[in-house]
């Protein structure tokens, strides 16, 4: 199999990269602490200190162009005749794996950028890298909104006909 080096395939490399690169760290401070961090009181007081340091644009960034995605796929769903996106997946109706691996790879370099800018942000504020914060906090950025997004884009381009 050949890998094309794309801009998305580059950056998907480098975030594996740097989370491979941060794991040995999370995991002696694991073993020593006997913390795991992910939503431990520590964990929700760094993501308020995120909130208000470096990168808090993201916050904003991120969801925006979750949702500018998301729309934009919504009304393709709407012109092919598809279900709303989360109506199809809750449901898991016909056609759910193909929608949501399309979700996937609509978001793939969004994702990327997200977990990437989470790694940036928890270096510059806090001087260390937790791996599974930013494999959660990153796509939770995305995910939600595009979403929700598509599925409302479906809806009201549905309602206003062809």
């Not at 193909?98 to 942000?121: K, M, N, P």
């Not at 906090?137 to 206003?160: C, D, E, Q, T």
Request: glycine share 10%; net charge positive.
């Amino acid at each position: 199999m050949k890998i094309s080096w794309t801009r998305g395939n580059v950056l998907n490399a480098v975030v594996v990269a740097i989370l491979l690169a941060a794991l040995p760290g999370a995991l002696r401070r694991i073993i020593e602490t006997g913390d795991l961090y992910l939503f431990s009181r520590h964990f929700l007081e760094d993501m308020l200190a995120r909130l208000s340091g470096p990168g808090r644009l993201r916050f904003i960034l991120q969801p925006a162009a979750a949702i500018f995605l998301g729309g934009r796929d919504g009304i393709k769903d709407a012109h092919a005749g598809n279900a709303p996106f989360l109506w199809t997946l809750l449901r898991r109706s016909q056609g759910w794996r193909e929608q949501l691996a399309y979700a996937f790879d609509s978001t793939r370099g969004l994702v990327s950028a997200a977990i990437l800018l989470d790694v940036i942000s928890q270096f510059l504020i806090f001087r260390e890298i937790h791996p599974g914060a930013a494999l959660i906090v990153g796509p939770v950025l995305i995910a939600l909104p595009y979403a929700v997004a598509r599925a409302l884009a479906n809806r009201f381009s549905k309602g206003r006909g062809p």
